[in-house]
């Protein structure tokens, strides 16, 4: 079955070029100039999308975002400088890769398919960590407990069929990174892991270009979970070692 590609870019002439290295490989591409067009098709079923960042309706930043709030599939970014692409920006926001033009459309095709082959493990989101969670996170009470009766008691709850956390009963929107980080987290709380280790369990391909940065993702995902307890901050930060997730409560 063919790869579907959604490509977001204004300037035809590049468009065209994609959609032909990319159709040469075997991938359907589907074309839109605008931001706006390229979130209506997003409906479809696409495998991963190429987001030109200098769009003419909406930044490729912001369409990201937007695109994060409903969809998991990959993201890749195409700019016009290295210097437009912030790296911490680029991951907090949830891509993949990027390429700088002028780039190459085989790279670019290239660049998809490594995308592709590490999100393959899973569909949705990539390759999700083997988790074995204490019973109490992975098994949530079927009916809804009290607020009051959270007193002492672990906050996390991780619903696996839908990817959802929740944080003293809040559903979280999560990034795909910082989804992983937590559930790793949560894999036994009070236990300090390196960011080698994170990074090893969280990331399928460590050494991919944007994905570095464990300490951004742990500063989005404490900054997530601030917005609904500003009084405690579940993520213990150990100077020189890492990080770990409270255990006491
Ligand atoms: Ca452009």
């Known amino acids: 079955m063919k790869h579907r590609i959604l490509i977001i870019e204004d300037e035809p002439a590049i468009a065209d070029n994609i ?10 591409c589907l074309w839109c100039a605008t931001g706006g067009e390229g979130l209506r098709a997003l409906d479809g079923k696409f495998d991963l999308a190429v987001l030109d960042v200098g769009l003419p309706d909406i930044s490729g930043f912001d369409l990201c975002r937007e695109i994060r709030k409903r969809h998991e599939l990959p993201i890749l970014f195409l700019t016009a400088r290295a210097g437009e692409i912030d790296r911490v920006v680029g991951l907090e926001i949830g891509a993949d890769d990027y390429v700088v033009k002028p780039f190459s459309p085989r790279e670019l095709a290239a660049r998809i398919k490594a ?13 999700p960590v083997p988790v074995a969670l204490p019973a109490s996170v992975s098994a949530p009470p079927a009916s809804a407990e009290g607020p009051d009766k959270m007193a002492g008691e672990f ?42 280790q994170l990074m090893a369990k969280a990331w399928d391909s460590p050494e991919s270009s944007l994905d570095r940065t464990v300490d951004a993702h742990i500063k989005s995902l404490r900054a997530k979970l601030r917005e609904i307890n500003p009084d405690i901050d579940p993520i213990r930060t150990h100077r020189g070692m890492g990080y770990s997730l409270k255990e006491d409560w």
Do not use: C, N
């Open 19 to 28: 959609v032909y290295a990319l159709e040469t490989e075997g991938f359907q």
């Open 115 to 127: 995308i592709l082959r590490r999100t393959a493990a899973s569909p949705g989101i990539a390759a």
């Open 155 to 196: 906050p996390f709850r991780h619903d696996e069929e839908r990817r959802v956390i929740a944080y003293r009963q809040t559903p979280l929107e999560l990034s795909r990174y910082e989804y992983r980080l937590l559930i790793v987290l949560m894999e036994k709380p009070g236990r300090v892991w390196s960011r080698e």
